[in-house]
């Protein structure tokens, strides 16, 4: 080993030109590698790709396209008429229909006698065995009197010029069976129906519906679509402002899926530069602090730059396209790979300081401490390998390209630091250049800590006893919802909405897939029947179905079957006429009036055959069924039942009775987002367990293969204990909680603090007994290893993402502590344990020396 790095130091005197010249070439190689990269817009791309409920998901979007819808919200004015904003509202609409990105647009509830003449013929037919029995009390002969004379007694209410249409279309009164049945199918939103629009009942807010044809999670596409959208609505304000005079203009804003992204990713976006900037500044500046020297900023930023280059080259290489949950490892590298630079900088300082030459400096450095830093950067690196035992894209990612940037840091350390200290110093041999390392206290609390090591190792027993009770307070936040940034626009919008409508759109899916298409809606009546139930008992809010508006066939068959059983008596035609006919003179009423009425319902009492998707004939129908069934691209058929949640927002853990209700339906497919993020959150602690284990024993047996006992593998993880306890602690005191993103802290941390003792234990084994002045050397450059890591990782802290804050403020702790544990805490243990030594030596020795 002696020889290897007496060969690293001779070659770095010699040929520190070359070496940087060979770096610079490397460098244009890396950039070249890194032009080529390119970020992952979409998120489902970051999910495991082996869970069965995460590919149900998958599938789902896959088949049907996208589930999210891009909302136009109008906040009218008060006191203003809704119809008043009927050309503004049309044409934003138009505007929308004719985007090519856009598949459909909603903003009006269909009128219902658009489709009279489709619908009344066979209207019967959408009715069961037992709706049908209402239907028969209500074309007896007294059932139809009594309607009869309901409908005069309407007419002659105040309401009368409403009720014309439902009189003249309605006359046995058959509307309730069918807003009956009809009511699970509202989706749970409070309308003002009359209005003809998605209106609020308070008149206040309208909704324009809009369904693009790729998902939200393609972010260009959703920022593309928002730039022509507001193009759209600007144009159709303008117009309406000319024309309308002096009617105050709607405030109009955007919720749905597409917003929400687009906002997120421009908020990742802002937090990924700020971060990469904010760190390697803070970095630089504080390294020109510690240093106070010029050429210190070329020392650290050549290294930095060209490590940081080679990995992004790598990546660009290697992967070509990261996740935008990778995309921080820069921030991350810039703290951690600053820490080689400081301590071996740091050494050549305190040599060069002793009256050394340049030369023998570097010799020195490179013999002494170099193995430290090899040491750690292997461990470090082990850490985030062990990354990859998640199934997370984005963070196996991460792992990796931080793993492997900690090892290109390494060889950057190993080969351009000393060479550019060889370059700069051989141009300044006239002049001594003056070299400095400040210790930020360091000195002073070392020096405290080895001149009184029980009463240090005392306090530190008691801290983290004191944090270990602390720590049994800390909760684990598993809602997904914490982790988003605050003041997203779509998200405040959302809300409104919610408020608003009594209803969010934030549904679930039951998905059926089958060979034919009356398997699929014999087994979709099946899943609705479940779904009844759940609704009575409050488990869910309603649901939709294509069993709602298109029974199964063999009920239309066996309502075929009742209609003309009962052709002689109870639903015989001329019997209804006659009686019908009869019961409108006597009330006052025109029977012509009903001329275009009656054949449609005589043929609803004659059907001959059930409806079917290829007989309903009304493109508008058809349109509408599209929602929930159709044609899959394996040639197969889709029913979708969307299904709401009670309250407007779904629980933490989706219910139990609807997850045992789609247990009893092993063919289909139950999914949503949220079940996605509860899948997910099992996962990712499962995850992080494993992660933090493979890298605890990873680092364990790297140290016993560096120091060949087990007391000393021991003594490296005393940093760590001591850290990561008071984090926790201190988490938990500040009311701060693990989630899904800082859960993984205390792997990073690992790596990290058993860096510093790894540096404090490499001088202490050099040389025991000047152990007391060189860990007072030592020291100063691990607090500032230290401070550089605490700006790498604690730039999170400003994220507008409550869960990189998180990441932040958890790292300060930990970080913090494990540094200042490395030089008081790390010292204390090896100065007691060579004066118990020393003791038990001297005691051998008077024994010995004793004639009795």
Same mark, same amino acid.
């Given at each position: 080993? %002696?020889?290897?790095?007496?060969?690293?130091?001779?070659?770095?005197?010699?040929?520190?030109?070359?070496?940087?010249?060979?770096?610079?070439?490397?460098?244009? +190689?890396?950039?070249?590698?890194?032009?080529?990269?390119?970020?992952?817009?979409?998120?489902?791309?970051?999910?495991? @790709?082996?869970?069965?409920?995460?590919?149900?998901?998958?599938?789902?979007?896959?088949?049907?396209?996208?589930?999210?819808?891009?909302?136009?919200?109008?906040?009218?004015?008060?006191?203003?008429?809704?119809?008043?904003?009927?050309?503004?509202?049309?044409?934003?609409?138009?505007?929308?229909? !004719?985007?090519?990105?856009?598949?459909?647009?909603?903003?009006?509830?269909?009128?219902?006698?658009?489709?009279?003449?489709?619908?009344?013929?066979?209207?019967?037919?959408?009715?069961?065995?037992?709706?049908?029995?209402?239907?028969?009390?209500?074309? *007896?002969?007294?059932?139809? /009197?009594?309607?009869?004379?309901?409908?005069?007694?309407?007419?002659?209410?105040?309401?009368?010029?409403?009720?014309?249409?439902?009189?003249?279309?309605?006359?046995?009164?058959?509307?309730?069976?069918?807003?009956?049945?009809? !009511?699970?199918?509202?989706?749970?939103?409070?309308?003002?129906?009359?209005?003809?629009?998605?209106?609020?009942?308070?008149?206040?807010?309208?909704?324009?519906?809009?369904?693009?044809?790729?998902?939200?999670?393609?972010?260009?596409?959703?920022?593309?679509?928002?730039?022509?959208?507001?193009?759209?609505?600007?144009?159709?304000?303008?117009?309406?402002?000319?024309?309308?005079?002096?009617?105050?203009?709607?405030?109009?804003?955007?919720?749905?899926?597409?917003?929400?992204?687009?906002?997120?990713?421009?908020?990742?976006?802002?937090?990924?530069?700020?971060?990469?900037?904010?760190?390697?500044?803070?970095?630089?500046?504080?390294?020109?602090?510690?240093?106070?020297?010029?050429?210190?900023?070329?020392?650290?930023?050549?290294?930095?730059?060209?490590?940081?280059?080679?990995?992004?080259?790598?990546?660009?290489?290697?992967?070509? @396209?990261?996740?935008?949950? *990778?995309?921080?490892?820069?921030?991350?590298?810039?703290?951690?790979?600053?820490?080689?630079?400081?301590?071996?900088?740091?050494?050549?300082?305190?040599?060069?300081?002793?009256?050394?030459?340049?030369?023998?400096?570097?010799?020195?450095?490179?013999?002494?401490?170099?193995?430290?830093?090899?040491?750690?950067?292997?461990?470090?690196?082990?850490?985030?390998?062990?990354?990859?035992?998640?199934?997370?894209?984005?963070?196996?990612?991460?792992?990796?390209? %931080?793993?492997?940037?900690?090892?290109?840091?390494?060889?950057?350390?190993?080969?351009?630091?000393?060479?550019?200290?060889?370059?700069?110093?051989?141009?300044?041999?006239?002049?001594?250049?003056?070299?400095?390392?400040?210790?930020?206290?360091?000195?002073?609390?070392?020096?405290?800590?080895?001149?009184?090591?029980?009463?240090?190792?005392?306090?530190?027993?008691?801290?983290?006893?004191?944090?270990?009770?602390?720590?049994?307070?800390?909760?684990?936040?598993?809602?997904?919802?914490?982790?988003?940034? !605050?003041?997203?626009?779509?998200?405040?919008?959302? $809300?409104?909405?919610?408020?608003?409508?009594?209803?969010?759109?934030?549904?679930?899916?039951?998905?059926?897939?089958?060979?034919?298409?009356?398997?699929? =809606?014999?087994?979709?009546?099946?899943?609705?029947?479940?779904?009844?139930?759940?609704?009575?008992?409050?488990?869910?809010?309603?649901? @939709?179905?294509?069993?709602?508006?298109?029974?199964?066939?063999?009920?239309?068959? $066996?309502? +075929?079957?009742? =209609?003309?059983?009962?052709?002689?008596?109870?639903?015989?035609?001329?019997?209804?006429?006659?009686?019908?006919?009869?019961?409108?003179?006597?009330?006052?009423?025109?029977?012509?009036?009903?001329?275009?009425?009656?054949?449609?319902?005589?043929?609803?009492?004659?059907?001959?055959?059930?409806? %079917?998707?290829?007989?309903?004939?009304?493109?508008?129908?058809?349109?509408?069924?599209?929602?929930?069934?159709? !044609?899959?691209?394996?040639?197969?058929?889709?029913?979708?039942?969307?299904?709401?949640?009670?309250?407007?927002?779904?629980?933490?853990?989706?219910? @139990?009775?609807?997850?045992?209700?789609?247990?009893?339906?092993?063919?289909?497919?139950?999914?949503?987002?949220?079940?996605?993020?509860?899948?997910?959150?099992?996962?990712?602690?499962?995850?992080?367990?494993?992660?933090?284990?493979?890298?605890?024993?990873?680092?364990?047996?790297?140290?016993?293969?560096?120091?060949?006992?087990?007391?000393?593998?021991?003594?490296?993880?005393?940093?760590?204990?001591?850290?990561?306890?008071?984090?926790?602690? =201190?988490?938990?005191?500040?009311?701060?909680?693990?989630?899904?993103?800082?859960?993984?802290?205390?792997?990073?941390?690992?790596?990290?603090?058993?860096?510093?003792?790894?540096?404090?234990?490499?001088?202490?084994?050099?040389?025991?007994?000047?152990?007391?002045?060189?860990?007072?050397?030592?020291?100063?450059?691990?607090?500032?290893?230290?401070?550089?890591?605490?700006?790498?990782?604690?730039?999170?802290?400003?994220?507008?993402?409550?869960?990189? /804050?998180?990441?932040?403020?958890?790292?300060?702790?930990?970080?913090?502590?494990?540094?200042?544990?490395?030089?008081?805490?790390?010292?204390? +243990?090896?100065?007691?344990?060579?004066?118990?030594?020393?003791?038990?030596?001297?005691?051998?020795?008077?024994?010995?020396?004793?004639?009795?």
């Amino acid at each position: 080993m %002696t020889r290897l790095l007496d060969a690293l130091a001779r070659l770095c005197l010699r040929h520190s030109k070359r070496i940087a010249i060979l770096s610079v070439v490397v460098a244009l +190689i890396a950039a070249w590698g890194a032009s080529r990269l390119s970020f992952d817009p979409d998120l489902l791309n970051l999910i495991p @790709q082996k869970n069965k409920q995460v590919n149900d998901f998958r599938k789902a979007l896959s088949d049907l396209g996208t589930i999210d819808y891009h909302i136009i919200v109008l906040d009218l004015p008060e006191k203003h008429d809704i119809h008043e904003y009927d050309s503004l509202i049309d044409a934003i609409a138009e505007g929308y229909r !004719k985007n090519p990105r856009i598949e459909d647009v909603s903003y009006k509830i269909p009128n219902p006698l658009d489709f009279i003449g489709d619908v009344l013929p066979r209207a019967l037919l959408f009715l069961t065995p037992e709706e049908l029995k209402q239907v028969e009390t209500k074309l *007896s002969d007294a059932g139809i /009197r009594e309607s009869v004379a309901r409908n005069r007694a309407l007419l002659q209410t105040p309401q009368s010029f409403a009720l014309k249409t439902l009189v003249q279309y309605d006359p046995f009164n058959l509307l309730p069976i069918y807003l009956n049945k009809f !009511k699970l199918s509202g989706g749970g939103f409070k309308m003002d129906a009359s209005s003809g629009y998605y209106l609020s009942s308070d008149h206040r807010m309208l909704l324009i519906l809009t369904k693009p044809r790729r998902p939200a999670q393609d972010v260009p596409f959703g920022k593309a679509l928002l730039q022509e959208g507001a193009l759209i609505e600007a144009n159709a304000l303008k117009n309406f402002q000319q024309s309308s005079g002096e009617t105050p203009l709607p405030v109009i804003s955007h919720t749905g899926g597409y917003v929400i992204a687009n906002g997120d990713a421009d908020l990742i976006r802002y937090d990924v530069i700020v971060n990469i900037i904010g760190s390697v500044i803070g970095v630089l500046a504080l390294f020109l602090y510690a240093f106070r020297r010029t050429a210190s900023l070329g020392y650290a930023g050549a290294p930095l730059v060209l490590g940081l280059l080679l990995t992004f080259g790598m990546a660009g290489f290697v992967y070509g @396209q990261l996740s935008s949950a *990778s995309a921080g490892f820069a921030a991350l590298l810039a703290g951690l790979g600053i820490d080689f630079i400081t301590v071996l900088y740091g050494r050549y300082v305190d040599e060069r300081n002793r009256g050394e030459a340049m030369q023998q400096a570097i010799v020195t450095t490179i013999r002494s401490t170099m193995p430290g830093v090899f040491i750690a950067a292997i461990t470090t690196a082990a850490t985030f390998y062990a990354f990859l035992a998640t199934d997370f894209r984005g963070m196996s990612q991460l792992g990796m390209l %931080t793993g492997t940037g900690i090892v290109f840091f390494l060889l950057c350390v190993m080969f351009l630091l000393p060479a550019l200290i060889v370059l700069s110093e051989r141009r300044e041999r006239r002049k001594a250049p003056k070299l400095y390392l400040h210790s930020f206290g360091a000195g002073r609390i070392i020096d405290a800590s080895i001149a009184r090591p029980k009463a240090t190792i005392v306090a530190w027993l008691v801290f983290i006893v004191i944090c270990g009770g602390l720590a049994t307070r800390l909760r684990f936040s598993d809602n997904i919802q914490d982790l988003r940034a !605050k003041g997203n626009p779509g998200v405040v919008t959302q $809300a409104k909405i919610t408020d608003k409508f009594g209803q969010s759109f934030d549904f679930m899916m039951w998905v059926i897939e089958g060979k034919s298409l009356d398997d699929v =809606l014999d087994r979709t009546q099946s899943a609705t029947q479940e779904l009844s139930g759940l609704v009575d008992d409050r488990t869910i809010a309603s649901y @939709q179905s294509i069993a709602t508006f298109l029974p199964p066939r063999d009920q239309q068959l $066996a309502t +075929i079957a009742a =209609l003309h059983a009962g052709a002689n008596d109870r639903f015989n035609p001329k019997r209804i006429h006659d009686t019908f006919i009869a019961s409108l003179n006597e009330n006052g009423f025109k029977p012509s009036a009903y001329d275009d009425y009656w054949p449609l319902f005589e043929k609803a009492l004659q059907p001959n055959e059930p409806v %079917t998707l290829a007989n309903l004939g009304n493109p508008d129908l058809l349109k509408l069924s599209e929602r929930f069934v159709k !044609k899959t691209p394996r040639g197969t058929w889709m029913s979708v039942i969307y299904f709401y949640p009670a309250g407007g927002k779904w629980p933490r853990e989706v219910p @139990q009775k609807l997850l045992d209700a789609a247990n009893r339906h092993p063919n289909d497919i139950v999914t949503g987002v949220n079940l996605v993020s509860g899948t997910l959150r099992r996962i990712v602690r499962n995850d992080a367990k494993n992660a933090t284990i493979i890298g605890f024993l990873a680092v364990a047996v790297l140290m016993f293969i560096s120091f060949r006992t087990v007391k000393m593998t021991l003594l490296t993880f005393v940093p760590f204990v001591a850290g990561a306890t008071g984090m926790l602690g =201190l988490m938990a005191l500040f009311n701060l909680e693990f989630n899904f993103m800082n859960i993984f802290v205390g792997l990073m941390i690992i790596g990290v603090a058993t860096d510093y003792a790894v540096y404090m234990l490499q001088r202490y084994v050099e040389n025991p007994a000047t152990f007391h002045k060189s860990a007072h050397e030592t020291g100063k450059a691990i607090l500032m290893a230290a401070l550089t890591a605490i700006v790498g990782y604690g730039s999170f802290a400003f994220s507008h993402y409550p869960g990189l /804050r998180s990441i932040g403020y958890a790292s300060f702790f930990g970080i913090g502590l494990s540094g200042i544990a490395a030089i008081t805490l790390l010292p204390a +243990i090896l100065v007691l344990g060579e004066a118990k030594n020393g003791n038990d030596d001297s005691a051998h020795r008077a024994r010995a020396a004793d004639p009795r």
